[in-house]
Structures are given as structure tokens and as C-alpha cells.
């Protein structure tokens, strides 16, 4: 059976945060974690050994997989910062707005918080936080 390597810890966000080599990136690191708390409302909790999650919820595929993830979160790496939103038109909307980013299949990268525009990162965690509470009411 596939068991998920991303689970919730009792790891210090705080202490993960302090130990980010890069000095700019423990900054922006320390500022998402303002921003991220005081837009859901949630404690900030480590999930895995990288990513910085709020809230948290239950999902269950058609295929039968099913396991917990944050709802919202943020990882400092080290290339780039990884901020992990729900897909949908709505994000990609935003996107157009946010400023310098890339995109994955789940993940939006910027290299610094400086290159966004942070009332749009305000507007795409409450659209997750929104989208995971629509979609997954249980949470």
C-alpha cells in the first residue's frame, strides 16, 4: 500500500525557517508565513521535512487513494519559493496579475516575494482556502 510522504509533523516551522541558508529567502520565508497566517487564520504546521501548511484536509480519489494535505502552504527551497494554490480559471486569472512566477502542474514558483504583488498572493490563498472549503466541505 502507497503511504504519503507529505504528513502533517511536530517539526518548528520557526526553526526550519531560521535554517534557510539563503538570507533573502528567510526573509520572504518569515514574511509568507505573516501573510499565510493572518489570511486563513491558521496555525502554520510542518508537513514533510520542506512545506509550511495551513489547515488541513481530507481527500479521496476515484481511483481510492486518499490521504490529507494542507490546504494552503509554502515551501522555501532552494532554486525557488514553491506556493502550492488550488488549480482552476480563478488562479490562472490572478496569475496574470501577480508578477514574476512560473507554474507547475500544482505549484507556482517565484524567486523572491519582492517580484509579486502581494495583495494578488492575499487573493489566491483565500481562493484556495475557498476552493478546498467548496470542494471538500468536510475539511
Request: charge should be negative; hydrophobic fraction near 35%; proline fraction near 4%.
Amino acid at each position: 500500500m502507497y503511504e504519503l510522504k507529505t504528513k502533517e509533523t511536530d517539526a518548528s516551522v520557526i526553526e526550519f525557517i531560521e535554517n534557510v541558508d539563503h538570507p533573502q529567502k528567510r526573509e520572504d520565508a518569515f514574511r509568507l508565513l505573516d501573510i499565510f497566517t493572518e489570511v486563513t487564520g491558521y496555525e502554520a504546521k510542518m508537513w514533510g521535512p520542506s512545506i509550511i501548511g495551513f489547515g488541513s484536509y481530507h481527500y479521496k480519489y476515484k481511483t481510492g487513494h486518499e490521504g490529507d494535505a494542507p490546504r494552503v502552504g509554502y515551501s522555501p527551497r532552494k532554486a525557488k519559493i514553491s506556493l502550492y494554490f488550488a488549480p482552476g480559471d480563478e488562479r490562472e486569472q490572478l496569475l496574470q496579475h501577480f508578477g514574476k512566477h512560473t507554474t507547475g502542474k500544482a505549484c507556482v514558483y517565484i524567486n523572491k516575494l519582492a517580484d509579486v504583488d502581494e495583495d494578488i498572493l492575499k487573493a489566491l490563498i483565500q481562493q484556495t482556502i475557498d476552493f478546498v472549503q467548496k470542494n471538500y466541505p468536510d475539511a
